[in-house]
């Protein structure tokens, strides 16, 4: 059962003879009942009938060749593609070397053929139009749709969001100060003149080249800038709290080589070694699991609660113990229990616990006669007196907290060191106060 088939394509593509491995030389046969991978025969194979495994001498076969006409009949399909390839390796127009590589047609042929086939060719206009039509709908279904901010933020010179922005200004998409801001200075001064000796002349050259330099330089990072992402920081700093404190950490390690890998290579490392921080974390439980004798996750739904129930009953004998620590002494015991009271609520305990090493802690501060104190409620006063903050100094401290979280919309611990320079345990016990009393809101 024969069938031809009018069918070219790369020789180069095609594998060898099947039955005596040879390079397939048009016209060849192919199988059409054996495949993939398509099973080919030169012409002395089919003739001697060659069969191999599943492939029988009675199966319907196809001739292979590219010997027929497309577009015109005086030009074979080979010739066709002899001709695009031409075109492509020499140029459009260098119609002399399109016919020296083809062999088998003039210059004069070979752009007539070509001019009016697919170049003024109304069907080949049509079809490019479609296939065009196509690609756009297709990007048109799978574009992410983009809607312009009407409002771009301005954050105001030196603010803490200009510096978490590196001084970025989205509204001009620049900089405040550029990276080697003042490159420009070492131009000023240089003019070109007829005069200019031939060494003068190639100083001056070398600076305009130092000062390219310096620019791909700035360039560069700026790159670096866009395609992680570092400009939004708030952002940045939301995903990488996704990951565990210690994938947190290498994170940071790691963040200086992210401008060596691309943002894509970069991240696939980070994942790769969340996924193995993951994979440790759950090789240590199943070998807890192991170590404890059991041998099924029905028995680890059980060892987990008891677990669960022997953590909360040693909590409840130390919670008994410390109870029983500080009942002699009432301001002792009362400061342990705001302290519970705090933990209770989710919220960092303000009250310190009192030491049990004989080392006394500092008394209260005391608030008589000290300007500003009037104007301090209860609640501050009390958070005045144990932090030993004089009231002028927290109302300063408080109003710059204020203003920061109007500004930002919330306001994070870390923020509110960077703007208070004292003792990070007191900014975190007035930070805590502030979000507890309603004054701030955490970001």
Known sequence: MERLASFSSDPFDKPPCRGCSSYLTEPYVKCAECGPPPFLLCLQCFTRG?????????????IMTSDFPVLDP???AQEEMSLLEAVMDCGFGNWQDVASQMCTKSKEECEKHYMKHFINNPLFASTLLKLRQAEEAQHHETAIPFHSADDPPRPTFDSLLSRDMAGYMPARADFVEEFDNYAEW?????DFVEDDSDILHALKIAVVDIY??????????????????LINLRKFQMLERRYPKEVQELYETMRRFARILGPL?????????????????????????RAAGITNFCSARTYEQLKKSRDEERLKRTMLSEVLQYIQDSSACQQWLSRQADIDSGLTPTVPVPSTTG??????LNLTGLPGTE???????????????V??????????LVNECNKQGGLRLAQARALIKIDVNKTRKIYDFLIREGYITKA
């Open 186 to 190: 070492d131009l000023r001064d240089i």
């Open 50 to 62: 060659f069969e191999y495994k599943k492939h029988q001498s009675d199966h319907t076969y196809e």
């Open 74 to 76: 005086n030009w074979t």
């Open 359 to 364: 080392r006394r802690s500092a008394p209260p």
């Open 391 to 400: 009231p002028g100094a927290y109302l300063e401290y408080k109003a710059a």
């Open 375 to 389: 104007k301090l409620n209860e609640k501050e006063k009390e958070l005045c007196q144990m932090v030993r903050l």
């Open 265 to 289: 290579e970069h991240d696939k490392f980070i994942e790769s070694h969340a996924l193995e921080f993951e994979l440790r974390r759950e090789i240590k439980r199943l070998q807890e699991y």
């Open 212 to 229: 390219h330099s310096r620019l791909k330089e700035r360039q560069r990072r700026k790159k670096i800038i866009r395609d992680h992402g």
